[in-house]
């Protein structure tokens, strides 16, 4: 099991394979970093650390005027890397005083005293200490004076894009297309809440939902819109058909709600904690003549879910 480890807490080893980055989203760009990384440890029978932070370093650095929305939170990020074969992730809390560190010290201080490092896996593009002066020559100018190898990842593509997190939240929040970050992902978008009531206008439509509140804020929501969605409940996954929007058909509101119907299933679902892994995106959000012509398109919108989700199997 990766563990997550906070910089306070961690154990010094010399034999250790360290990446860093925010790693957002742990997409298909980092994977192939991640995944050299994990071979460097086996090759030198030492550990493998993920560096990482938190909150996002952008949201500290603007003063909380750009709250960047994650594809992860820290506890999804462990558990991917968990399945990734990593054996560590450090988390640094990131604060002000932290970002005035340059990234000399941060390598020498931190990196190589605290944490220890034998081989040093860096991307491209990776930059990091005070005003993000620190680059791959950085890494590799200290790496004589502590004596560690580099190793440097390149760019991944995905249908000649480069794959990237901000790409990846573009995706989801300008056009709520799934299918795209899935693809960059390489596994469905995660979003996890609680069950809460609602009004129960999708019970009387013959669709029951669960209206979810989502367990952390920061997260992306992608855009308004039906999507098909696999359920994670209790250990059992359901397919199901979301809407996240205003529901202009039913209410004059402007309050977001994110309600899911799941297939096959029947059980009192409040106060319970839902898993959404989104798969595609089958239309836009609009208002319907009616609740009769609504109630006919939620018939073709199951229909079309359950088409998507049955290509997974």
């Known amino acids: 099991m990766t563990t997550l480890t906070f910089l306070k807490d961690v154990t ?32 030198i029978n030492g550990r493998s650390v993920l560096v990482t932070f938190n909150p996002h370093p952008r949201e500290v650095l603007h003063g909380g005027h750009n709250t960047v929305g994650l594809l992860t939170t820290i506890e999804e990020r462990a558990e991917i890397l968990h399945e990734l074969g990593v054996d560590a992730m450090v988390v640094i809390p990131f604060d002000r005083d932290f970002s005035l560190l340059s990234s000399q010290d941060f390598i020498q201080k931190i990196i190589f005293q605290e944490i220890g490092v034998r081989e040093f896996i860096i991307g491209y593009d990776h ?34 894009l480069t794959v990237s997190s901000t790409s990846i939240r573009k995706a989801l929040v300008n056009e709520g297309d799934a299918a795209l970050a899935k693809a960059f992902l390489g596994r469905p978008y995660p979003l996890t809440g609680v069950v809460v009531h609602g009004d129960k206008k999708g019970r009387q439509l013959g669709y029951p939902t669960a209206n979810l509140r989502i367990e952390n804020h920061r997260k992306v929501i992608p855009a ?19 809407n996240i929007g205003i529901r202009p058909t039913v209410t004059n509101s402007n309050e977001l709600r994110i309600e899911v119907n799941l297939f096959d299933f029947s059980d009192d679902l409040y106060g319970k904690k839902l898993r959404l892994r989104f798969h595609d995106r089958i239309r836009d959000e609009k208002k319907f003549n009616g609740l009769d012509e609504l109630k006919s398109q939620l018939a073709q919108d199951k229909e079309d879910c359950i088409k998507v989700l049955k290509t997974l199997y």
Do not use: C, W
């Open 12 to 43: 010094h080893d010399p034999n250790t394979a360290v990446t860093v980055g925010t790693f957002d989203g742990v997409h298909l760009g980092h994977r192939t970093l991640i995944k050299k990384l994990v071979a460097e440890a086996k090759r």
């Open 127 to 160: 930059q990091f200490g005070k005003n993000r002066e620190g680059t791959i020559q950085t890494v590799e100018e200290l790496s004589n004076l502590l004596d560690y190898n580099v190793h440097l990842i390149q760019a991944h593509e995905v249908e000649h």
């Open 224 to 242: 308004h819109g039906v999507y098909a969605v696999e359920v994670d409940y209790e250990g059992q996954r359901y397919g199901g058909m979301l």
